[in-house]
Nanobody, 120 residues
Framework: QAQLVESGGSLVQAGGSLRLSCAAF????????MGWYRQAPGKERELVAT???????KYADSVKGRFTISNDNANSTWYLQMNSLKPEDTAVYYC??????????????WGRGTQVTVSS
């Protein structure tokens, strides 16, 4: 089993920046994909960004050029640098990983979420 723990959510003014972090704990054999999703009130959860263990990234069109995902494989940690934040970025941000754990095999894991609020 694995657990994901996010941190970094906060209240920020439009145009500001935040950095989210996610760390994976447990009997981890490998992490194949790491990422971030978000869910705004009344909306479905949506992909923000993902990164593979080899560094291939994918972004939602709405965040391209403003958000950057990165990872620290040695420490099973990944980050989401969010710049030029807009009120429409307000949501609960969830970290996600496809993790291969010892004894359980590959599964999807989710963090509990961290609130990002962007004021206008």
């Amino acid at each position: 089993q694995a657990q994901l723990v996010e941190s970094g959510g906060s209240l920020v003014q439009a145009g500001g920046s935040l950095r989210l972090s996610c760390a994976a704990f447990g009997s981890i054999f490998s992490i194949n994909v790491m990422g971030w999703y978000r869910q705004a009130p009344g909306k479905e959860r949506e992909l923000v960004a993902t990164i593979t263990g080899s560094g291939t990234t994918k972004y939602a069109d709405s965040v391209k050029g403003r958000f950057t995902i990165s990872n620290d494989n040695a420490n099973s940690t990944w980050y989401l640098q969010m710049n030029s934040l807009k009120p429409e970025d307000t949501a609960v941000y969830y970290c996600y990983a496809h993790v291969d754990t010892v004894g359980t095999g590959p599964k999807n894991y989710w963090g509990r979420g961290t609130q990002v609020t962007v004021s206008s």
